[in-house]
């Protein structure tokens, strides 16, 4: 079955930069969508950036121009490059992978911690 290790999460202060990363295993189709989800305290879970497997993104408001998603298909690796980091950026970030045409299949990470602060 599909699994999703994200790592990469930390503490880190305003304005620093992370790297976060996640790597799928298992049957994973050669037409996918992995994207980074987030969820902080109180709040609902939110896109923050998505990328097919033919390198379209797309980002959430509080992402663009900050957040660089990408990916290694070789690898199965989705990457989220977040740069000018702030503290609203304090999150559960979580990776997620889609696959299938008549059957959608959804599969999470774990979630990695991000925590913004001086």
């Known amino acids: 079955h599909v699994q999703l290790v994200d790592f990469g999460g930390g503490l880190v202060q305003p304005g620093g930069s992370l790297r976060l990363s996640c790597v799928a295993s298992?049957?994973?189709?050669?037409?996918?969508?992995m994207d980074w989800y987030r969820q902080a305290p109180g709040k609902e879970r939110e896109l923050v950036a998505r990328?097919?497997?033919?390198?379209?993104?797309n980002y959430g408001d509080s992402a663009k121009g900050r957040f660089t998603i990408s990916r290694d298909n070789a690898e199965n690796t989705v990457y989220l490059q977040m740069n000018s980091l702030k503290p609203d950026d304090t999150a559960v970030y979580y990776c997620?992978?889609?696959?299938?045409?008549?059957?959608?299949?959804?599969?999470w990470g774990h979630g990695t911690q991000v925590l913004v602060s001086a």
């Open positions: 997620h992978l889609q696959q299938g045409s008549l059957i959608i299949y959804d599969y």
């Open positions: 990328i097919t497997s033919d390198g379209r993104t």
């Open positions: 298992g049957p994973i189709a050669s037409s996918n969508t």
